[in-house]
Nanobody, 128 residues
């Protein structure tokens, strides 16, 4: 059974930083795209960042470019999302996503996904 477990969320002031982690169980990330999505209550889930299996290519939604960095450690079966200069509008539940047979795709310089597995999420709250 595939399990994705996020951690690292919390409450910060605008301009602050957080680092999210996603550990995977029952799933080998080596050959798979991985990503981060976020969702605000009442709104659609949004793709935030994604990374190819070899880590060579990354995707970021426009609103986080230059502030967020996605990375992966295949040896630890873990991915990360470093979030700097956080803004009020970054407040959301953040979900780790793993490639599956079908699911959400992200369209950047190339296709990322499909993301068929999601964790339960970690809350990020940015407030002054």
């Amino acid at each position: 059974q595939v399990q994705l477990v996020e951690s690292g969320g919390g409450s910060v002031q605008p301009g602050g930083s957080l680092r999210l982690s996603c550990a995977t169980f029952g799933y080998n990330i080596d050959d798979n795209h991985m990503g981060w999505f976020r969702q605000v209550s009442g709104k659609e889930r949004e793709g935030v960042a994604a990374i190819t299996s070899d880590g060579r290519y990354t995707y970021y939604t426009d609103s986080v470019k230059g502030r967020f960095t996605i990375s992966r450690d295949n040896a630890k079966n873990t991915i990360y999302l470093q979030m700097n200069n956080l803004k009020l509008e970054d407040t959301a539940m953040y979900f780790c996503a793993a490639e599956g047979d079908s699911g959400d795709m992200l369209d950047g310089d190339r296709w990322y996904g499909p993301f068929g597995y999601y964790g339960r999420g970690t809350q990020v709250t940015v407030s002054s």
